[in-house]
């Protein structure tokens, strides 16, 4: 863990943003995450104008998926073993490439379907190898003692790029730039992801200067059981498994996201603003409850709350299937988000604290299956169901399970349910066996 760089006392609430290294990279998440989610919206209506089908939208899911789950031991492994911040900057280097050729796709108005979910596949490659890289860096951008407050600024700020990142990718969308350049082939997704590459440029340009140097964590000779040690890990923490496999259920059967453009389109009789604003909704709640988080953070009964908060996302998505009001879709939306970002706090302090720091990497490449499960393979599911059923029944029959899943998950994993304080004295002692385990590998 490094020290903060300012020597004054941080205030209340904002003891993170003491390290410069945080705050730049913070900077460059807000630029590159604003560019993803536009672009998720541009992908999203581009493909749903050219088939008009909802389990295409579930394709688009499954080609940002299957890298995380084909990559998955190699990506945790060069997160251990190499400098991660030099695995960030190659992958995003790849997402530019990605983007660009976006551009071009859409620059000569392909309606070759399969040609944009190769993109995506290379897209969702970057991903995986960038997101144990990413997760394991944080820790060492700040101290210990602020790493909760870390966790739920980077969560902030992840979603006040989303609030405006889908809104912003609806409002480029409808940009009449032919009006102003004549002679511009540029319209509609492809302006969003011009806006996109230009903002992976800048995430580069920003943590090329950040003066953290990990270096290489894991020291020991290659091999299948140094590979396969995340897995080990999380298998013998029982605190972990449930608070992963919670959240591939939860949001794999709750999350509606995929179905958002029908929503938008075909119940709310909205257009591409209005799918920006259903997109934006969960952000804006989300970034609601991390600011009183910051001022207030959770001090105890952290496994309690979880579950809670679990039940109050399920809920809440069986209103937004229900509803037939803009309105009372997006304050459904922005109230799951609230309570998502609880979630998302407690599992990410429960991720990093719980884990040793030469197992970081291959932990979060674990996690980020789960994560990558029950966001890009759960688009998937919400599109097949919908093809199945219609969009109303499978996001109310998905909230529904989402509710059940947390019922179960308190009875089968009680050490998470139990979980305190969210410090990592507290959290290993969960885990008692945690120097075990490294020394059996």
């Known amino acids: 863990m490094m020290t903060p760089d300012s020597p004054k006392a941080p205030r209340r ?26 672009q998720s919206v541009a992908v999203a209506w581009q493909v749903y104008s050219i088939t008009h089908r909802a389990i295409d939208l579930g394709y688009t899911g499954l080609a940002l998926f299957l890298p995380g789950l084909i990559f998955l031991l190699p990506a945790g492994h060069v997160a251990d073993r190499f400098d991660r911040r030099h695995v960030i900057m190659a992958c995003y280097a790849l ?5 660009a050729a976006l551009v071009v796709l859409a620059r000569n108005n392909t309606q070759n379907i399969l040609a944009i979910y190769s993109v995506l596949f290379f897209v969702g490659t970057g991903r995986a190898f960038s997101g144990p890289a990413s997760s394991a860096l944080i820790p060492h951008l700040v101290p210990e003692t602020h790493f909760v407050n870390a966790v739920t600024w980077g969560g902030a700020i992840f979603q006040l790029a989303n609030i405006t990142g889908p809104a912003l990718g609806g ?72 608070s992963f496999s919670l959240d591939l259920f939860v949001v794999l059967l709750g999350g509606a996201t995929a179905l958002m453009p029908i929503f938008a389109h075909e119940i709310l009789q909205q257009g591409p603003r209005g799918l920006g604003m259903l997109r934006a909704a969960p952000a804006a709640g989300a970034v609601a409850m991390a600011l009183v988080m ?45 309570a998502d970002t609880i979630s998302v706090i407690i599992r990410g302090s429960l991720l990093q604290l719980a884990t040793p720091p030469e197992m970081r990497g291959r932990v979060s490449a674990v996690n980020s299956l789960f994560i990558g499960a029950s966001n890009e393979l759960g688009e998937f599911e919400s599109g097949l169901t919908a093809q199945w059923w219609g969009a109303v029944r499978a996001t109310v029959i998905g909230g529904l399970g989402a509710l059940a899943v947390a019922g179960l998950w308190a009875t089968f994993f009680p050490k998470l349910r139990r979980a305190d304080e969210l410090t990592a004295q507290s959290l290993r002692a969960h885990v008692p066996a945690a120097q075990e385990i490294l020394s059996g590998l």
């Not at 003891?15 to 536009?38: K, P």
């Not at 997402?95 to 983007?99: D, K, W």
């Not at 953290?212 to 020291?219: K, N």
Request: hydrophobic share 55%.
């Open 294 to 338: 910051a001022r207030f953070p959770l001090r105890r009964h952290a496994g309690r709350w979880l579950f809670i908060c679990v039940s109050i996302f399920g809920a809440a998505t069986v209103v937004f299937g229900l509803s037939r009001t803009l309105w009372l879709s997006l304050a459904s939306l922005a109230v799951a988000g609230a």
């Open 13 to 38: 609430g904002l003891e993170a943003f003491a390290s410069r290294d945080f705050r730049r990279y913070q900077l460059a998440r807000v630029a590159v995450i604003l560019g993803a989610e536009a």
């Open 171 to 242: 409002l480029l969308f409808t940009f009449p730039l032919t009006h102003f350049m004549p002679d511009s082939r540029l319209e509609g997704a492809g302006i969003v992801y011009v806006f996109t590459l230009g903002t992976l440029g800048w995430f580069l340009v920003l943590v090329s200067t950040l003066s953290v140097r990990p270096g290489r964590m894991e020291h020991r000779d290659f091999s299948m059981k140094v590979l396969l040690a995340g897995f080990q890990y999380v298998r013998r923490a029982p605190m972990l498994l449930g």
């Open 95 to 99: 997402q530019c490439i990605c983007t």
